[in-house]
């Protein structure tokens, strides 16, 4: 499965809900359980970045950090906006 | 499937090259047409941001923007990391 398959599918589920997302996914694959992680920090600094385009109140965005194991972290961020929110 | 698993089983792959990766994918859903495109825009800003933590080579970096249509875009960046670089 193409990782465009995987948001169409994803896209269906709220396909009624008529809202705007924005959703960010920062997979983090380390060789060396050494080598230093990053990602939260990561995380605030994109968020802010985002926060150039469009508003983002801190109840629009959900986060989830998952690791399988020490070698590889999946950063997941949920922005939904509000429908009258742009246009 | 989670995203997990997504990321667990494009890990597999790649198991035997002993590489760090990053990888991050932007997915934005919009509701209406005319709500403005700034991907372009924030994968920049974004691999700024990744700047910060770690060195990366234009060389070391894949993009690639998908758009299944109007109103779904899916932005992919892959940055892999030389073996050696990270210590």
Redesign the interface.
């Known amino acids: 499965?193409s990782?465009?398959d995987?948001?169409?599918s994803s896209?269906k589920n709220?396909a009624s809900t008529?809202?705007?997302?924005?959703?960010?996914?920062?997979?983090?694959?380390?060789?060396?359980r050494t080598?230093?992680d990053?990602l939260p920090?990561?995380e605030r600094?994109?968020l802010e970045?985002?926060r150039?385009?469009?508003d983002i109140a801190d109840d629009q965005v959900s986060v989830t950090l998952?690791k399988?194991s020490d070698e590889?972290s999946?950063l997941?961020l949920n922005v939904t906006f509000p429908?009258d929110k742009?246009?």
């Open positions: 499965m990782l465009l995987y948001f169409r896209k709220t008529a809202k705007e997302r924005l959703q960010i996914i920062v997979a983090h694959e380390r060789r060396r080598s230093p990053y920090q990561l600094d994109i970045v985002i150039k385009y469009v998952e399988s590889l999946v997941e429908e742009r246009g």
